[in-house]
């Protein structure tokens, strides 16, 4: 019995499963922040309703990034809390390999395609990665801005660029072939528990104490404006 955390978004998300089995889920929009103030009574609700069923937490799986560096950060802080408390092992899933995966399992049977999730990182930056259809990763995690004299994908075979970074490449490279899945498209808990379970079976467990998301780029701090002094 794994539970999945999945905070790299706005899309907040949480999910118990065993195998590839989702037992039970829970997800909310919450943007600006708002990860603080839902994730914690999903997980309760969840853990809850494990109790309540006689299931037993064998493992705390958590989206490992790249993403939103506050979502990230209260993901990852929730997960080891819970993993010190019921002393089991921490589960560490990269963000753009579990929406490879959905964008995967959503192609019609026998589709021959590159995959490209990509997450919004500001501006016209993304966090990009590159794998095949099936699976199979081609590229590290990486930063890219995008611009429309270099298409992303190159030279790569019927791209398909999948998530909220999607977005911005639509009709950025008008003469090349490619297509934009984002609707419906954002890192989800629920699919996060095939590759947890896969991730247990082989012990990929990482170090509680000192583990840390993957944030790709480091954090920036805003001051924010006072609207009063205006300054």
Avoid at 77 to 104: F, N, V
Avoid at 219 to 225: N, P
């Amino acid at each position: 019995m794994i539970l999945c955390i999945e905070t790299s978004t706005t899309m907040c998300s949480a999910a118990l499963g065993r195998g590839a089995e989702v037992l039970a889920t829970r997800s909310i929009e919450a943007p600006e922040g708002g990860h603080a103030a839902a994730l914690a009574p999903m997980v309760d609700e969840l853990i809850r309703w494990a109790k309540a069923e006689g299931h037993q937490l064998s493992a705390i799986a958590v989206s490992a990034g790249p993403g939103s560096y506050t979502g990230l950060r209260i993901g990852a802080s929730l997960a080891k809390g819970l993993c010190l408390g019921y002393q089991i092992p921490l589960l560490a899933i990269d963000t753009l390999e579990l929406l490879a995966h959905q964008a995967i399992s959503a192609l019609p049977e026998g589709q021959e395609a590159t995959i490209f999730p990509l997450l919004d990182a500001r501006r016209m930056e993304v966090y990009a990665a590159r794998f095949d259809s099936q699976g199979k990763r081609l590229s590290e995690d990486y930063a890219a801005v995008l611009d429309g004299e270099h298409p992303l994908f190159e030279d790569a075979p019927h791209p398909i660029l999948v998530g909220n970074g999607a977005t911005k490449t639509r009709g950025l490279w008008p003469q090349s072939s490619y297509e934009v899945w984002d609707e419906g498209f954002a890192p989800q808990a629920s699919a996060m528990i095939p590759l947890a379970s896969q991730a247990f079976e082989r012990g990929d467990f990482v170090d509680t104490a000192y583990w840390t998301p993957n944030y790709l780029k480091d954090y920036v701090a805003v001051i924010a404006k006072n609207k009063v002094l205006n300054r």
